[in-house]
T-cell receptor, first 114, second 113 residues
Framework: DTEVTQTPKHLVMGMTNKKSLKCEQH?????MYWYKQKAKKPPELMFV???????INESVPSRFSPECPNSSLLNLHLHALQPEDSALYLC?????????????FGPGTRLLVL | GENVEQHPSTLSVQEGDSAVIKCTYS??????FPWYKQELGKGPQLIID?????GEKKDQRIAVTLNKTAKHFSLHITETQPEDSAVYFC????????????FGDGTTLTVKP
């Protein structure tokens, strides 16, 4: 099973709302990632969790708050977002955080901020 | 940091023809080069990858070649089919640079029936 699942598939939120994106994998992977992807662009790395600890934060604004409750789950908490934050948010996982490991992507959550 | 350039940005081929997408990278320390296919409304899916100790890898109709000296790698799709239509991304990463892959800007491949 090489599946990464993400919920919800679509999300519309106002700039004052608080919402969360969820990601789950059951491959025993110990590294999990959040990416942001704008239309017709490659994915941009936001956060990396290594063995449930935040290891990389690519200078992401504090209105995005990641959380890794356990080795299978990854959340992205959203608060006070801006319209320019509208994008496809992708979760990925890999066996471990060392470079050169295959990353498996979920289908993404398409977020629209009004 | 690493820079990956991908060409062409769009590619249109007739069904049954071959398609080639090329990427160049800047950091000679990069040693892992995956290719992803992203269909509309879906996340990127790994289709093939190659490591720096290998020059070529093939999986049915898909092959990847790597030239470490020239710092470029290419995706070759033979006998293209309409279902190959998608956006393809190349990427490069360094074994010691945990979690960070640099992606190319993508190639939109259209296979005409």
């Amino acid at each position: 099973d090489t599946e990464v699942t993400q919920t919800p598939k679509h999300l519309v939120m106002g700039m004052t709302n608080k919402k969360s994106l969820k990601c789950e994998q059951h491959m025993g992977h110990r590294a999990m990632y959040w990416y942001k992807q704008k239309a017709k662009k490659p994915p941009e790395l936001m956060f990396v969790y290594s063995y449930e600890k935040l290891s990389i934060n690519e200078s992401v604004p504090s209105r995005f708050s990641p959380e890794c409750p356990n080795s299978s789950l990854l959340n992205l908490h959203l608060h006070a977002l801006q319209p320019e934050d509208s994008a496809l948010y992708l979760c990925a996982s890999s066996q471990d955080p060392a470079g050169g490991k295959t990353q498996y992507f979920g289908p993404g959550t398409r977020l629209l901020v009004l | 940091g690493e820079n990956v350039e991908q060409h062409p940005s769009t590619l249109s081929v007739q069904e049954g023809d071959s398609a080639v997408i090329k990427c160049t990278y800047s950091d000679s320390a990069s040693n892992y080069f995956p290719w992803y296919k992203q269909e509309l409304g879906k996340g990127p899916q790994l289709i093939i990858d190659i490591r720096s100790n290998v020059g070529e890898k093939k999986d049915q109709r898909i092959a990847v070649t790597l030239n470490k000296t020239a710092k470029h790698f290419s995706l070759h799709i033979t006998e293209t089919q309409p279902e190959d239509s998608a956006v393809y991304f190349c990427a490069a990463s360094i074994g010691t640079n945990a979690g960070k892959s640099t992606f190319g800007d993508g190639t939109t491949l259209t296979v005409k029936p």
